[in-house]
T-cell receptor
Framework: NAGVTQTPKFRVLKTGQSMTLLCAQDMNHEYMYWYRQDPGMGLRLIHYSVGEGTTAKGEVPDGYNVSRLKKQNFLLGLESAAPSQTSVYFC????????????FGDGTRLSIL | GDSVTQMEGPVTLSEEAFLTINCTYTATGYPSLFWYVQYPGEGLQLLLKATKADDKGSNKGFEATYRKETTSFHLEKGSVQVSDSAVYFCALSDPTGYSTLTFGKGTMLLVSP
């Protein structure tokens, strides 16, 4: 009963380093999303994907790249981390059936020093 | 663009008190509306949803009614428990695209015994 799994759960990076956050879902969902959560800002959409091999920009895409090579996985990359990218990152997925909710992972807490 | 406005928190209540968390929205078309709850250290969980005007979503004693005339989706519970302490997010789903969610900033609820 895994649902949406995010790895890693915590990470500390130095400015300029790169890393990839992994999101995996076992519900055969077509749509997947990456959000960031910052104090007083709610959740903001970074990128999303409506199917294998497709991605699209959300509200705050700058500084991030994504890939969806397999239906069950959605990767979020930071090529050159900046302190402004310190945040909690959430992945979500949902079925493309109308009016279905998004299912969230437990988040990745990322600190950029 | 679409937006969601929630009352600012924290909301502090005693156990068994009545809860209202206000949520209003701005959107084109006819969005679906959601309440998500986030417990400390966890991801967001769907609490309830409504997909059209006058629909009432309910779950675990919480209720919210989709009011198109006032563009509101206020969350209510008749008698809160300590275990309801969490952050509550109101969100709307774009009905025309790929169901990206627009979130409010969240309202923290603290319930004391």
């Amino acid at each position: 009963n895994a649902g949406v799994t995010q790895t890693p759960k915590f990470r500390v990076l130095k400015t300029g380093q790169s890393m990839t956050l992994l999101c995996a879902q076992d519900m055969n969902h077509e749509y997947m999303y990456w959000y960031r959560q910052d104090p007083g800002m709610g959740l903001r959409l970074i990128h999303y994907s409506v199917g294998e091999g497709t991605t699209a920009k959300g509200e705050v895409p700058d500084g991030y790249n994504v890939s969806r090579l397999k239906k069950q996985n959605f990767l979020l990359g930071l090529e050159s981390a900046a302190p402004s990218q310190t945040s909690v990152y959430f992945c979500a997925s949902r079925s493309r059936t109308a009016d279905q909710p998004q299912h969230f992972g437990d988040g990745t807490r990322l600190s950029i020093l | 663009g679409d937006s969601v406005t929630q009352m600012e928190g924290p909301v502090t209540l005693s156990e068994e008190a009545f809860l209202t968390i206000n949520c209003t929205y701005t959107a084109t078309g006819y969005p679906s509306l959601f309440w998500y709850v986030q417990y400390p250290g966890e991801g967001l969980q769907l609490l309830l949803k409504a997909t059209k005007a006058d629909d009432k979503g309910s779950n675990k004693g919480f209720e919210a009614t989709y009011r198109k005339e006032t563009t509101s989706f206020h969350l209510e519970k008749g008698s809160v428990q300590v275990s309801d302490s969490a952050v509550y997010f109101c969100a709307l789903s774009d009905p025309t695209g790929y169901s990206t969610l627009t979130f409010g900033k969240g309202t923290m609820l603290l319930v004391s015994p």
